[in-house]
């Protein structure tokens, strides 16, 4: 009977391993999020970043795409910006994509000249943009919904 019951446990073992082999899924049929890279490219061709997060598939599908059509519109706007442009993307740029960003809420830049993280739910916004100004000059910027601290500012008489 011992022999048995060991065999069936280990069937079972075996079964759950078996079963189990996605690396996409937690065991529970869900989805995980997986780190996502690809590469745009930028102004008819000339030009490429790239543009990376961990996110689930369905949260990644077309997010490259639309920061690229937001730079190329960008580009194709506005003359005037192109070789400007053209410099700052002969840099290497990197688009860091965020599911849940920690210590901002829309775009941060660190200062590095060519790296921009931004919040996934601003990917289709003018932040794509804002974070190119941003490491154009080099600059370390964080962008996030702040709320007014009213006590100060009615002791500083800005209200």
């Known amino acids: 009977m011992k022999k048995i019951i060991t065999l069936l446990i280990l069937a079972l073992f075996a079964v759950m391993i078996a079963c189990s082999d996605d690396p996409n899924e937690n065991g529970n049929g869900e ?18 970043a790239t543009v990376e997060g ?10 490259a795409n639309t920061i690229a059509a937001r730079l190329n519109a960008e580009f ?18 990197t688009y860091i994509v965020e599911v849940n960003p920690e210590g901002y809420t829309r775009l941060k830049t660190t200062g590095d000249g060519k790296t921009i993280y931004i919040a996934l739910s601003q990917v289709d916004t ?13 600059e370390t910027t964080i962008v996030k919904n702040v709320k007014y601290n009213t006590v100060n500012l009615a002791q500083n008489n800005c209200l």
């Open 126 to 138: 003018a932040f794509v943009l804002d974070g190119m100004v941003s490491i154009y000059t080099n």
């Open 54 to 63: 961990t996110m689930l598939q369905e949260q990644w599908e077309g997010v």
């Open 76 to 93: 194709d706007e506005w003359e005037e910006n192109r070789d400007r442009m053209k410099e700052i993307f002969d840099r290497g740029v």
């Open 31 to 48: 989805e995980q999020p997986q780190f996502r890279s690809e590469t745009i490219t930028l102004f008819g061709g000339s030009h490429f």
